[in-house]
Each structure stands twice: as C-alpha cells, then as structure tokens.
C-alpha cells in the first residue's frame, strides 16, 4: 500500500474542511430539509442576463477569451466601479476577470505573500482566507472582533496587530457571517492607520450592492490615499445571482494585477466565455435587478432578526450580505452541537459560527438568501427545538 500522507503537501494536510460544506452536505443527504446554510441566491439569474449567455453560445462564442477577459467586459466593469462607487480603474491593465471572487482571492495571496509575512484576518469572517494564506507560506494573524462593536475593525484593533512582519490586510466587509458593514468613518480611521505602515490591503467587496438604509457601500480604494495599496476583489454571483456563472474579477494597481495575471494565465488561462457575454450584459442593464433583490433580502433580513430575538437567540442587526449570526449561548451547547441537534431533530440547517473562526464560538450563521416562505418555517421549527431544551441527537 501506498503511504499518501507522505506524498501530499503538509500545509494541506494541516487544514480543516469546510464547516460551511458540512451541513450542507448533510443537508443534501435527508428528505424535507430547509437549508439556510449555504450563501446563494434563491433568484435565477435575471432572464435578460441568461439570453446574452444563451446568444452567446448560439453564436458559437466557445472559445478561449483573453487572459484578462473581454475588454468590452472590462470596461464595463470600469464604467460600473465608476459610477457605483466612485473608483475608477484602466480596464487595459488595472483589471483582472477572473474564476469566480475566490479565484481572485487566491491570486492575490499568493501574488503578494511570501514565507512567513503575516496576513491580518478580522474574524469571524469568510472560511478562504486563512488556508489560502497559509497555502501561499504566510503566517494568519487572526483579530477577532467584537459584537459589541458591530462586528467592524477597529483602528485600534489593526494597531495593535501589526508587526515589521506584516504585509498584507484582508477586509471582508460586507461581512460574512456577520453582516458587518464598515462605513466611511471606519474605514478613513483603518487608512489613518496603515498611512504610517508599508502594509496592502486585499478587499473583499463581493457583498458591495448588497448594503441596506440610506448609506450605500463605500470601496476601501475610494478612500484617499488607498487605492494604490489595494486590490479590491468583486464579482457577479451576489449581486446579479449569478453563482453558477463563475466570475470575478481584481481591480487594483498595474504592477500587482500584472504579476496576478501570470498566475491566472498557468492555473485557469482565461474565465468562461459565455460567461462573461453575460455579465456584460448584466453590468450594463442590470442596476434594476440590484434593486428588487435588495428589496427581497431586506424584507426577510428584518424579519428574522426581529424573529430571532424574540426567542432569544440575540443578533447583533446586519447592515449587509445576505446573513444573520445570533449567539446561541442561551442554548448552553457549544455552536456545532447545535446546530447538529437542530438539523437531526427538526431538519434546519444552518452553519456553526467557529466555522468562520474560533471566535465564532457561540454563533450561529443564518442565511436570508432563501425564500420568506423557507424562513418562516425555519423559525416555527428552530422555535420548537428551544422550546424543548434543544433535544435532539446527532446519531
């Protein structure tokens, strides 16, 4: 027999599942299950954006696109930056099209981080960002926030974390799991702060439209001074629920996006073609489509904060993403035992908070991404598993 453990990188070895893809996973495998686990969409792509994809491959448009993606793709993402959020960008060579955000993700990490820099993480946040440091050689430094605090980065709490060996900050906001949103004056405070450090930034602004009340999202790099230490990492499967899709995209500075580009064109070569006929379509006529789904998850995201409050199960009230994260702590069961419970007794699933860091321990995450329908039977069942002192067995 072959002895694979000696053949596999180790810093594979050494990192954990997904917890998100756990229950997602038992979810899949039981009858009558209401999931609001997983983070996507419950619209279809917006039919306008499908017959573009559709045209496309009627046209017989399978080929190879550029490395960088269409350039009438990537002008209209200028153009969309521009006029959404006050940043603009040369769609020749400050923007990437890229597999998804997570690709982007990952090709900035491993573009910027080398053996032991240190790579800030504000947790609780998205699971991608921690293996996909230590995979490049980095070192995650993890700054736990705080509820207390809406669950933002403070300027005190970045302070404190640097070192001489810093070299990357990851900002995940909108947040998932939290539904933390950093506003101007939060941001302008963190760029007071690396203003006196050489440090870049990789923001994650993928939940950007998805921002409720009268302030819309403000792009780290609209910040004065920031965008040339940032890559602003975006794309289409929020916003347009286009998940399927697979398209991202990086905005940042030319010398960072050019040596991004080297990895994207040996691992991945160039992004889906009818993919991105239809994301140009989407960024050119889609702003209504924005709209009416803000709407939706506005809706269910006041209610199931209201919902779950009255329980008991505290939340801290999300101002973006499609996510709700109560604390469980009334429950006395440790976030995975919960959730385990609540899905084999009453076949809700949702995500235990320590999957998005150890600081998530007492949390859960809740998804609105779901119908109005699917979460008010999620709280008549969830409201039932309190009321029996949260019985129930995993086996």
């Known amino acids: 027999m072959i002895d694979y453990s000696g053949m596999i990188n180790n810093r594979l070895l050494g990192i954990k599942p997904s917890g998100i893809r756990k229950f997602f996973d038992i979810a899949n495998e039981m009858d009558h299950v209401i999931s609001l686990s997983i983070g996507e969409p419950d619209f279809t792509t917006p039919w306008h954006v499908r017959q573009e994809g559709i045209e496309a491959l009627r046209r ?3 080929w190879y696109a550029p490395n960088r993606g269409f350039i009438e793709l990537r002008k209209q993402i200028t153009n969309y930056y521009a006029r959404r959020f006050n940043v603009e960008y040369n769609p020749d060579n400050e923007i990437l099209v890229s597999v998804g955000g997570s690709e982007a993700i990952d090709l900035c990490i491993r573009t910027l981080v080398q053996e032991g820099d240190e790579v800030l993480i504000p947790q609780p946040a998205f699971v991608c960002y921690e293996p996909m440091t230590v995979m490049a050689g980095g070192t995650p430094v993890i700054i736990e926030t705080k509820a207390e605090n809406g669950f933002r980065l403070t300027a005190a709490e970045l302070e404190a974390s640097i070192t001489p060996r810093t070299k990357l900050l990851i900002l995940p906001f909108p947040n998932n799991p939290t539904g933390a949103v950093m506003r101007r004056e939060h941001l302008e405070e963190i760029a007071r702060v690396l203003e006196k450090h050489d440090i870049l930034v990789l923001s994650d602004e993928i939940y950007g439209e998805l921002t409720y009340g009268k302030e819309r999202h403000v792009s780290f790099a609209d910040i004065k001074g920031m965008k040339e230490r940032t890559v602003v990492v975006s794309g289409f499967s ?3 629920a286009m998940t399927g899709w697979r398209l991202g995209y990086a905005l940042g500075p030319e010398p960072v996006i050019s040596q991004m ?4 064109q040996y691992a991945i070569m160039c992004a889906p073609t009818p993919a ?4 140009i379509e989407a960024l050119k006529h889609g702003d ?3 709209e009416h789904m803000r709407e939706e998850y506005d809706i269910r995201r006041r209610f199931l904060v209201e919902e779950l409050c009255r329980m008991g199960l505290t939340c801290f009230e999300p101002e973006g993403a499609f996510y709700v994260f109560p604390s469980i702590k009334i429950s006395g069961l440790k976030s995975e035992d919960f959730c385990e419970r609540l ?3 009453q076949k809700v699933a949702i995500v235990p908070g320590n999957a998005f860091g150890d600081c998530g321990e007492g949390f859960a995450r809740v998804s609105y991404s779901y119908s109005l329908k699917h ?3 999620a709280m008549v069942r969830i409201e039932r598993f309190l009321d029996s002192g949260c019985s129930g067995s995993a086996d």
Request: proline share 0%; aromatic share 14%.
């Open 238 to 240: 929020k916003a347009y």
């Open 276 to 279: 991105q006929y239809a994301a």
């Open 375 to 377: 979460i008010q039977e």
């Open 288 to 290: 209504s489509d924005i």
């Open 261 to 264: 580009l080297k990895l994207h």
């Open 343 to 345: 899905i084999y007794s």
């Open 60 to 62: 017989g448009h399978t």
